[in-house]
């Protein structure tokens, strides 16, 4: 089985972020969304794996490379336009060839991992298995309409009036007759190659399509919120590992990660918490559910529940809370703030 892993969106929601960096690079808990799910996958026992790439193709490929250090093998696949999920399928024809696969939104956070929905289609190896999950508003989702086997009987892209509250989560298993599906569709309203559209006709073909609810908990990481929330669950699950330099005059408390090459000075860290290669965090006192990146510079700072992407510095800023400041950005001065930073953004906030 291989898999096919779509990395090419402009990531909207995410703005100014995604300007430049794309969003399944934003870091959770220390790392990557996309080498979580790239981790998920090897999980499962896959280790061919197609990326699906758009204009920021040359920042995923220097972040992931061949994929080596993950023990997998990549192929990059460039989408010049975001025509749709269905549309992934279709230019990853050469890649895929005549194996089942698996398809994963590259933005998608499943910490419990795909396993055991691997084995399932492995079992069962129905014509296309998706994964879903009960939410409170299916209407913002594509939900899958069930008979009591699972048997999908009807998928519908965010219905007005749903049906069902099972939303598709962004994980599908297909043997090659997909293939034959998205081919047969047009674009959808809004000019895409819906994937939902390609499985339907499937189901409209009288070949098995199943659901399999998915348990774990799950994350679509396209706006700031989810963001800082999936960094929470990702932080509560991490053990101490202190490789950086502690002075004596600090105090961490709780799961702590303090990478090489960082320095904690003069400083309180309740964990969970993590502190990347390089950053120095001095006079500050870092709360619960932080996540610092590489080479940051934090002093005389109050912070907790957010996070700094690599090269910012941050000083004089007192009680800041559920924020996300991005790469070399420079926050100073005092207050009681909630700031969303942009990448290389300079802000000076009046006390």
């Known amino acids: 089985m291989k898999a096919l892993v779509l990395s090419g969106g402009t990531g909207a929601r995410l703005r100014p972020f995604t300007h430049s960096t ?74 895929l060839g005549e194996d089942d696969f698996l398809m994963y939104l590259g933005d998608n956070m499943l910490p419990e991992g795909i396993a055991e929905l691997t084995r399932t289609f492995a079992r069962e190896r129905p014509t296309a298995q998706i994964a879903v999950q009960k939410v409170p508003d299916p209407s913002a989702f594509g939900v899958a309409e069930i008979d009591a086997t699972g048997t999908v009987q009807r998928l519908v892209e965010k219905p007005a009036d749903p049906r069902s509250d099972l939303a598709l989560i962004g994980v599908y298993f297909f043997t090659p007759a997909i293939h034959e599906a998205v081919a047969a569709i047009t674009p959808s309203a809004r000019g895409e190659l819906e994937i939902t559209d390609a499985i339907q006709w499937l189901v409209a073909q009288d070949t098995l399509v199943k659901a399999v609810e998915y348990l774990g908990y799950w994350q ?64 500050s006192h870092i709360g619960r559910h932080t996540s610092i990146g590489r080479n940051c510079a934090l002093r005389d700072t109050r912070i907790a529940d957010s996070i700094v992407l690599d090269g910012a510095t941050v000083s004089g800023l007192d009680h800041l809370s559920r924020s996300l400041i991005g790469k070399s950005a420079s926050v100073r001065t005092a207050g009681h703030h909630h700031l969303v930073v942009g990448d290389d953004s300079v802000v000076e906030v009046a006390q």
Not at 82 to 90: M, Y
Not at 243 to 261: F, M, P, Q, Y
């Open 22 to 95: 794309p969003k399944q690079l934003l870091p959770i808990a220390g790392k990557a969304v996309l080498e979580h799910v790239l981790n998920n996958i090897l999980d499962a026992g896959i280790t061919d794996i197609g990326i699906i790439v758009g204009d920021q193709a040359d920042k995923i490929s220097e972040i992931i490379g061949d994929g080596s250090r993950f023990g997998v093998r990549i192929t990059y696949i460039r989408q010049t336009q975001p025509l749709g999920l269905a549309h992934c399928v279709v230019i990853a024809r050469e890649f």
């Open 220 to 283: 679509d990481t396209g706006q700031v919120d989810a963001v800082l929330e999936c960094n929470r669950r990702m932080l509560d699950a991490i053990r101490s590992e202190r490789s950086g330099e502690v002075d004596g005059a600090s105090r961490l408390t709780g799961e702590v990660i303090v990478e090489s090459g960082a320095r904690v000075v003069r400083s309180t860290i309740e964990g969970p918490a993590f502190i990347g290669v390089g950053t120095v965090v001095e006079d």
